[in-house]
């Protein structure tokens, strides 16, 4: 079984700074790309930042020069610092990874870590 833990969600005013971390467990032979999702209340789940194996990375504009996503491959863990955050990043966040395991990619999912920013 594959695992994947978020991390570091919480409360923090506007302006203020988190860091997210996503540890990933369990028999994995190799993790391909690598992404931050979320999801606010009675809206879809967007990508936020991807990155892949290489360390390539992609963000959406609406968190471009604020956000940095990073990945340390040694310990299967992908981090995402926030900084300058916003109330509209108020949100559920999520990791997912692509991973091989027993022969064959899955996609897998973390359970979520709440963002909560006040203005």
């Known amino acids: 079984q594959v695992q994947l833990v978020e991390s570091g969600g919480g409360l923090v005013q506007a302006g203020g700074s988190l860091r997210l971390s996503c540890a990933t467990s369990?028999?994995?032979?190799?993790?391909?790309?690598m992404g931050w999702y979320r999801q606010a209340p009675g809206k879809q789940r967007d990508l936020v930042a991807a990155?892949?194996?290489?360390?390539?990375?992609n963000y959406a504009d609406s968190v471009k020069g604020r956000f940095t996503i990073s990945r340390d491959n040694a310990k299967n863990t992908m981090y995402l610092q926030m900084n300058s955050l916003k109330p509209e990043d108020t949100a559920v966040y999520y990791c997912?990874?692509?991973?091989?395991?027993?022969?064959?990619?899955?996609?897998?999912w973390g359970q979520g870590t709440q963002v909560t920013v006040s203005s």
């Open positions: 990155i892949t194996s290489g360390g390539g990375t």
């Open positions: 997912n990874a692509n991973i091989l395991t027993f022969g064959r990619v899955y996609d897998y």
């Open positions: 369990g028999s994995i032979f190799q993790i391909n790309a």
